[in-house]
């Protein structure tokens, strides 16, 4: 199970001091061996943050990164190279705040194909928003999502994906549960071997309810992930 927190544009270097409940939580918890845990912070914190956690087995990763894989003249931005360099393992593409802000899929599939190049991992973002739900065509926006976004990459062993529809993100919603259950395995049968995690507001409360959805393979997780406490909740009552 995978249990990633994005951090979004919250932190500064004082916020680095609550990863330690979580670091020394996660040695002595029995499933530990089960789990992945990666941390996503703000661009600013990638280097302290990786330094603090070397030597233990929870990762870092980045929230974006711009297309081109080599140096440019791109003011404000960083790449994925950039980024593996500062000690970045993984990076989000495609999250849906940055396709409101108007990334494109075709703009996204270059980002990860230039960050499988650099050596990342990638957590590629899917999800239809609340009008795309409520005219039935979520399958159609996903299966979209994936071919554009995945167009051209033969090696997926690197992608992880990530569904977080954009009317649960944020708001304290999450789909019902066969709901869930069933786009999940939409997805994993669009693009076979790959993990399928759940995203958009998962809590220490609807863990409860989205746990005994089978075919989810971890979550990624925004706003609770930010409290060292309500992470580790989360965490420990996927297992209890
Ligand atoms: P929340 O958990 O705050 O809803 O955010 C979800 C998210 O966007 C993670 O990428």
Known sequence: MYFIANWKMFGGLNSLNSIHKVVKFFKTFKKNKFIKIIYCPPSTLIRPMSKKLKNTNIDVGAQNCHEQDTYGAF???????????VGAKYVIIG?????QAGET?????????????????????????????????????????????????????????????????G????????????????IKKKIKNNKVLYGGSVNP????????????????????????KKFIDIIKKTYN
């Open 105 to 169: 899929n075709k703009l996204i599939n270059l980002k990860i194909k230039n960050a499988l190049k650099s050596g990342l991992k990638v957590i590629f973002c899917i999800g239809e928003t609340l009008q795309e739900k409520r005219k039935k065509i979520t399958k159609k926006i996903l299966n979209k999502q994936i071919k554009l976004g995945l167009n051209k990459i033969k090696n997926k062993k690197n992608v992880i994906i990530a569904y977080e529809p954009v009317w649960s993100i």
């Open 205 to 228: 409360k609807n863990i409860y309810e989205l746990k005994l959805i089978n075919n989810i393979d971890g979550y990624l997780i925004g706003g609770a992930s930010q409290d060292p």
């Open 75 to 85: 003011t404000g931005s960083i790449n994925s190279m950039m980024l593996k360099n």
């Open 95 to 99: 999250h849906s705040e940055n396709r």
């Open 171 to 186: 708001t304290g919603l999450i789909p019902k549960s066969n709901e869930l259950f069933k786009t999940i395995d939409f």
